[in-house]
């Protein structure tokens, strides 16, 4: 099993930049896909990015392409979520979730362990 625990979020004017981070519990992190998806009030959740285990081949939600970089330090347990140039669309709360199988990795589904979630605000 598996225990995430996402940091980073707060308050940010429009065209700032976070970083989140997602610690892992356990040895074998380095095993799971992981997948940063966000909700915001009043709407599903939905796919942000994600990185395979192994290769590290990434995906990224058209919303965020080119503005936000996911990464994964497996020396460390963590996995981040860098994201530049902030809209206020961007505001919801972001959760981190880890895989151990799947193919699809930018569907919610596939995930099996999920983390507490972390606010992100954007001000316009």
């Known amino acids: 099993q598996v225990q995430l625990v996402e940091s980073g979020g707060g308050l940010v004017q429009a065209g700032g930049s976070l970083r989140l981070s997602c610690a892992a519990s356990?040895?074998?992190?380095?095993?799971?896909?992981m997948g940063w998806f966000r909700q915001a009030p009043g709407k599903e959740r939905e796919f942000v990015a994600a990185?395979?285990?192994?290769?590290?081949?990434?995906y990224y939600a058209d919303s965020v392409k080119g503005r936000s970089t996911i990464s994964r330090d497996n020396a460390k347990n963590t996995v981040y979520l860098q994201m530049n140039s902030l809209k206020p669309e961007d505001t919801a709360v972001y959760y981190c979730?880890?895989?151990?199988?799947?193919?699809?990795?930018?569907?919610?589904?596939?995930?099996?362990?999920w983390g507490q979630g972390t606010q992100v605000t954007v001000s316009s």
């Open positions: 990185i395979r285990r192994s290769i590290g081949t990434t």
């Open positions: 979730a880890a895989a151990p199988l799947g193919y699809d990795i930018t569907h919610d589904q596939t995930y099996d362990y």
């Open positions: 356990g040895r074998t992190f380095s095993s799971y896909h």
